[in-house]
């Protein structure tokens, strides 16, 4: 067949027009070449890292993908935008990164993404959650590489100070006191309870207390301390009701003596007749004591054990030669009252309240 074509050709057209045909032929030829080249762009194409080179005839990068089958998703990652339109003198270098699924779990709540971004944080970024200055991601790091179907989870951190306040008790201070008799109290100043605050640092995870920390302690108001006095003055109620407060207790002797000439050597009318060492008259309620044992002025009251009636208050007027050491003489007004006493035991008691050591003459011992 080519050569009944040759043939026909020869046949056809002169050999000075054929010669023509084929350099019309050959220059169309080349000039098709040399256009595809000056029109014809090269491009680069990293999709995914995969590099492609080629020629394309597109006027932009949507034509030059199209040309290829190249797409690209809406979440995916295109370094130029469709509409740029190629270079033709220099390599055009187009980079596409796909976006893949993945699960950010944040705040209580899942949700899914499409991201294109090369670590954690950046994926963090994108979708425009701050990452508080404690919050801590559970299970990947900020600079961990994306993966499809992978787990970021944040985990927000709080932390705040509790301040919880505690009684700090009073104490109960006692003082003794020389005016109020033994088993009595007074509150001179009542008590009051202290303030002590303490405070806790708690740290939530989502919200939910994991850990509580003490951090200091402050006493934001000190305790009143609660006084109390005491009496510390003995004191006893004798057979008539009246209360005796006394210092100490002596057990002595106790023998009796009258104003008579028997008892003292003198009449009535004689000079001192009647009259004691101290110089108060003599009456029952004074009584002859030695110095060294109870000094003179001292008030006391003399307590009989027994059935016997008490001597009862008196005061240390009077001594006498045979009154030494724990023997004192009680005054009576007749001698029957001292026959009747005899000798006795009896409990002297050293009376609390006394005088400036001064007594009266005409004071009436037998008074408080």
């Given at each position: 067949?080519?050569?009944?074509y040759?043939?026909?050709?020869?046949?056809?057209?002169?050999?000075k027009?054929?010669?023509?045909?084929?350099?019309?032929?050959?220059?169309?030829?080349?000039?098709?070449?040399?256009l595809?080249?000056?029109?014809?762009?090269?491009i680069e194409?990293?999709?995914?890292g995969?590099?492609?080179v080629?020629?394309?005839?597109?006027?932009?990068?949507?034509?030059a993908?199209?040309?290829l089958?190249?797409?690209?998703g809406q979440?995916?990652?295109?370094s130029?935008?469709?509409?740029?339109v190629?270079?033709?003198?220099?390599?055009?270098?187009?980079?596409?990164?796909?976006?893949?699924p993945?699960?950010l779990?944040i705040?209580g709540?899942?949700?899914?993404v499409m991201?294109?971004?090369?670590t954690v944080?950046e994926?963090i970024?994108?979708n425009?959650?701050?990452?508080?200055?404690?919050?801590?991601?559970?299970?990947?790091?900020?600079?961990?590489t994306?993966?499809?179907?992978?787990?970021?989870?944040?985990?927000?951190?709080?932390e705040?100070?509790?301040?919880?306040?505690?009684?700090?008790?009073?104490?109960?201070v006692?003082?003794?006191?020389?005016?109020m008799?033994?088993g009595?109290?007074?509150t001179?100043?009542?008590g009051?309870?202290g303030?002590r605050?303490?405070?806790?640092?708690i740290?939530?995870?989502d919200?939910?207390?994991?850990?509580?920390?003490?951090?200091?302690e402050?006493?934001v108001?000190?305790?009143?301390?609660?006084?109390?006095?005491?009496g510390?003055?003995?004191n006893?109620?004798?057979?008539?009701?009246e209360?005796v407060?006394?210092?100490k207790?002596?057990?002595?002797?106790?023998t009796?003596y009258?104003s008579?000439?028997?008892?003292?050597?003198?009449?009535?009318?004689?000079?001192?007749?009647?009259i004691?060492?101290?110089?108060?008259?003599?009456?029952?309620?004074?009584?002859a004591v030695?110095?060294?044992?109870?000094?003179?002025?001292t008030k006391?009251y003399?307590?009989?054990?027994?059935?016997?009636?008490?001597?009862?208050?008196?005061?240390?007027?009077?001594i006498?030669?045979?009154?030494k050491?724990?023997l004192?003489?009680?005054?009576?007004?007749?001698?029957s009252q001292?026959?009747?006493?005899?000798?006795?035991s009896?409990?002297?008691y050293i009376?609390?309240?006394q005088?400036?050591?001064?007594?009266?003459?005409?004071?009436?011992?037998?008074?408080?």
């Amino acid at each position: 067949m080519n050569g009944l074509y040759v043939t026909y050709v020869k046949r056809a057209l002169p050999l000075k027009q054929l010669a023509l045909l084929f350099i019309l032929s050959a220059f169309a030829i080349t000039a098709g070449v040399l256009l595809y080249t000056n029109l014809s762009k090269d491009i680069e194409i990293f999709d995914n890292g995969k590099p492609i080179v080629v020629k394309t005839m597109g006027v932009n990068v949507k034509q030059a993908l199209d040309r290829l089958g190249i797409s690209v998703g809406q979440d995916d990652y295109l370094s130029k935008p469709l509409d740029s339109v190629l270079d033709t003198q220099a390599m055009n270098v187009i980079t596409i990164k796909r976006a893949v699924p993945v699960n950010l779990r944040i705040d209580g709540q899942t949700r899914k993404v499409m991201s294109y971004r090369d670590t954690v944080e950046e994926v963090i970024r994108d979708n425009g959650i701050i990452v508080g200055p404690l919050d801590k991601f559970e299970g990947v790091s900020p600079k961990d590489t994306v993966k499809a179907g992978m787990d970021i989870r944040l985990i927000r951190i709080k932390e705040e100070i509790l301040t919880e306040q505690e009684q700090i008790p009073f104490a109960v201070v006692e003082k003794p006191s020389k005016t109020m008799n033994d088993g009595e109290t007074k509150t001179v100043l009542n008590g009051e309870n202290g303030i002590r605050e303490k405070y806790y640092k708690i740290t939530y995870e989502d919200g939910k207390p994991i850990d509580r920390a003490f951090v200091n302690e402050k006493v934001v108001k000190n305790p009143v301390n609660k006084v109390v006095e005491y009496g510390t003055v003995l004191n006893f109620k004798n057979s008539r009701g009246e209360l005796v407060r006394y210092s100490k207790v002596i057990k002595m002797k106790a023998t009796a003596y009258t104003s008579s000439y028997v008892d003292t050597g003198k009449k009535p009318g004689d000079h001192g007749f009647g009259i004691t060492y101290t110089g108060l008259k003599a009456r029952e309620g004074v009584i002859a004591v030695d110095p060294k044992i109870i000094p003179l002025g001292t008030k006391v009251y003399i307590e009989v054990p027994g059935s016997t009636p008490d001597y009862g208050f008196a005061i240390a007027g009077d001594i006498g030669s045979a009154i030494k050491g724990n023997l004192i003489d009680l005054y009576f007004d007749s001698s029957s009252q001292v026959h009747n006493w005899g000798r006795r035991s009896v409990n002297v008691y050293i009376l609390n309240e006394q005088s400036d050591g001064r007594w009266k003459l005409n004071e009436n011992p037998c008074k408080k």
